[in-house]
């Protein structure tokens, strides 16, 4: 079956613009994850969502940074006022029992 | 807060030897302890895990061990092939959430 798919797949914007990354997850995965991914780096958690829940954003670094998901499937990432330290690959999963499944992931490149 | 830090963060073999990675993690209430693999370019993917009501896990050439009262679990991996050249990532989950707190990784390189 179909994975957890991202798009778009790279992203190059100016510094100061805003973007917007979009997650498809698994369908009927009801927890949809958002990781940060630096170059060489390890997987810095962003944002958490379980169903009907409040989600857990305690991961996002700045009120720059946004998510929602609507429907409880698709979930776009939101940053807006790009710096140049937000470059990086930005990370989705979803989850079913235990297993989190990731997308391709965006690169973000903010000139 | 929560941490999990991981050991070596790089990791060099002759094919065929064995290759050992090891986690410790803070939370006492952790109890599920996934290992993810990412080669170049790629997504992580899930390649063993563990849960607290287990000491040890294995799946081929992988196992992994887990001690509750040190706080800390390994990754073991036998007969060491290129194909195994990739960053590993540990995690652990939080207290009373599914959210997976991840470790810096380690870049296993195996040379032929």
């Known amino acids: 079956g179909a994975g957890v798919s991202q798009s778009p797949s790279n992203k190059v914007t100016e510094k100061g613009k805003d973007v917007e990354l979009r997650c498809d997850p698994i369908?009927?995965?009801?927890?949809l994850y958002w990781y940060r991914q630096s170059l060489g780096q390890g997987l810095e958690f962003l944002i958490y969502?379980?169903?009907?829940?409040?989600?857990?954003k305690s991961g996002l670094p700045s009120d720059r940074f946004s998510a929602e998901r609507t429907g409880g499937s698709v979930s776009t990432l939101t940053i807006q006022r790009t710096q140049q330290e937000d470059s990086a690959v930005y990370l989705c999963?979803?989850?079913?029992?235990?297993?989190?499944?990731f997308g391709p992931g965006t690169r973000l490149t903010v000139l | 807060g929560e941490n999990v830090e991981q050991h070596p963060s790089t990791l060099s073999v002759q094919e065929g030897d064995s290759a050992v990675i090891k986690c410790t993690y803070s939370?006492?209430?952790?109890?599920?302890f996934p290992w993810y693999k990412q080669e170049l370019g790629k997504r992580p993917q899930l390649i063993i895990d563990?849960?607290?009501?287990?000491g040890e896990k294995k799946d081929q050439r992988i196992a992994v061990t887990l001690n509750k009262t040190a706080k800390h679990f390994s990754l073991h991996i036998t007969e060491t092939q290129p194909e195994d050249s990739a960053v590993y990532f540990c995690a652990a989950n939080g207290r009373n959430t599914d959210k997976l707190i991840f470790g810096t990784g380690t870049r296993l390189q195996v040379f032929p």
């Open positions: 369908s009927g995965h009801t927890a």
């Open positions: 999963a979803s989850r079913d029992y235990d297993e989190q499944f």
């Open positions: 563990i849960r607290s009501n287990v």
């Open positions: 969502f379980q169903g009907n829940s409040a989600p857990d």
């Open positions: 939370d006492s209430a952790s109890n599920y």
